[in-house]
């Protein structure tokens, strides 16, 4: 599985963006790259995935550039109930059951 | 939407004690899992199931056992509990035609060894 890194924690404030770059030197041909956010006392919770350029959905974009060895998850406009802890994850299909989420970015966003 | 609930919020178990934790999920997934989630470490994946009396080893198997006796129910096992099995327990599902990787996951069960 490709490893993946992401920097430990982020503080932002309401009403910003916030960036979160994932970098994935050794991502695979056929490997997604996938988030997801948790909240405390929750698991987590899939909010976007994508394969190469950019994906949007309702919650967030996904940036992927062309060599796709590093991906960035922007959140437009955060609130307090933003402040989560975002994973990123890369694999495909067939090591779906492999998933590994490591420590993941802490984003704390404040009034 | 899909719900993937778990037995209990909270447990405290003593050392010893087998224990039994419960996940159900209503969307008729084919694939279930159970992840511990401990602070520093991330989640990691302890079991996992494709199909029913199907089950696989993640990546911390020790100490545990699984059984799927029906698809939309999973139980993880703690045969003998220890004080080091003390943690958080989510368990998640996911349909064989889903994205790759779009897992949905229960609330977790906060399990105490004393």
């Known amino acids: 599985l490709a490893k993946t890194t992401q920097p430990i924690s982020m503080d932002s404030y309401e009403g910003q963006e916030v960036n979160i770059t994932c970098s994935h030197n050794?991502?695979?041909?056929?490997?997604?790259i996938t988030w997801y956010q948790q909240f405390p006392s929750q698991g987590p919770r899939f909010i976007i995935q994508?394969?190469?350029t950019k994906v949007t959905n309702e919650v967030a974009s996904l940036f992927i550039p062309a060599d796709r060895k590093s991906s960035t998850l922007s959140l437009p406009r955060v609130s307090l109930s933003d402040t989560a802890v975002y994973y990123c994850?890369?694999?495909?299909?067939?090591?779906?059951?492999?998933?590994?989420f490591g420590a993941g970015t802490t984003v704390t966003v404040r009034a | 939407d899909v719900k993937v609930t778990q037995s209990s919020r909270y447990l405290v178990k003593r050392t010893g004690e087998k224990v039994f934790l419960e996940c159900v999920q209503d969307?008729?997934?084919?694939?279930m899992f159970w992840y511990r989630q401990d602070p520093g470490l991330g989640l990691r994946l302890i079991y996992f199931?494709?199909?029913?009396?199907?089950?696989e080893k993640g990546d911390i198997p020790e100490g545990y056992s699984v059984s799927r006796e029906k698809k939309e129910r999973f139980s993880l096992i703690l045969e003998s509990a220890s004080t080091n099995q003390t943690s958080m327990y989510l368990c998640?599902?996911?349909?064989?035609?889903?994205?790759?990787?779009?897992?949905?996951f229960g609330p977790g069960t906060r399990l105490t060894v004393t």
């Open positions: 998640a599902s996911s349909g064989a035609g889903a994205l790759p990787r779009e897992q949905y």
């Open positions: 050794n991502i695979a041909t056929n490997d997604y």
């Open positions: 994508g394969y190469k």
């Open positions: 994850l890369v694999g495909d299909k067939t090591n779906d059951y492999k998933l590994s």
């Open positions: 969307m008729d997934h084919e694939n």
């Open positions: 199931s494709y199909d029913v009396k199907m089950k």
